[in-house]
C-alpha cells in the first residue's frame, strides 16, 4: 500500500521560512509525478510545485516561483518543498501528493496518491 505523510507545517510570521517533508513508501521513484498542492478555507485545492522522478525536471506555479523549491532524496524516498519569503496568502493546508508521469503536474485528477497535510499558517 502507498503511503505518503507530510511534516514540517506550523506558524510562521510573514518573510519566514520552512520546509515541508513528505515521506513515501510502498512505490519506487522511476518515472513518477511528485507534486505539491494547497487548499485554504473556501477555496479550491491548487498546485503548488511538481517534479519529475524519470525524466527530471521541477515546475512551479507563477505564485510561488523563485520563493519555493521543490526537491527530492532518492535514497529517503522522501519530497520536499523548501518554502522563503512566505507570505499570508501562502497560508493553507499543504499535501504531498504522487502520480505515474504522463500528464499536467498541476492538475490534481493526475495525482493517484494523496498525503493527509499539514498546515501552514503565515501571519502578517
Known amino acids: 500500500q502507498v503511503q505518503l505523510v507530510e511534516s514540517g507545517g506550523g506558524s510562521v510570521q510573514a518573510g519566514g521560512s520552512l520546509r515541508l517533508s513528505c515521506a513515501a513508501s510502498?512505490?519506487?521513484?522511476?518515472?513518477?509525478?511528485m507534486g505539491w498542492f494547497r487548499q485554504a478555507p473556501g477555496k479550491e485545492r491548487e498546485g503548488v510545485a511538481g517534479?519529475?522522478?524519470?525524466?527530471?525536471?521541477?515546475a512551479y506555479a507563477d505564485s510561488v516561483r523563485g520563493r519555493f523549491t521543490i526537491s527530492q532524496d532518492n535514497a529517503k524516498k522522501t519530497l520536499y518543498l523548501q518554502m522563503n519569503s512566505l507570505k499570508p496568502e501562502d497560508s493553507a493546508m499543504y499535501y504531498c501528493?504522487?502520480?505515474?508521469?504522463?500528464?499536467?503536474?498541476?492538475?490534481?485528477?493526475?495525482?493517484?496518491?494523496w498525503g493527509q497535510g499539514t498546515q501552514v499558517t503565515v501571519s502578517s
Open positions: 501528493a504522487a502520480g505515474y508521469d504522463g500528464g499536467y503536474w498541476y492538475l490534481s485528477s493526475n495525482y493517484k496518491y
Open positions: 510502498g512505490y519506487t521513484y522511476s518515472n513518477y509525478l
Open positions: 517534479l519529475y522522478t524519470g525524466r527530471g525536471g521541477t
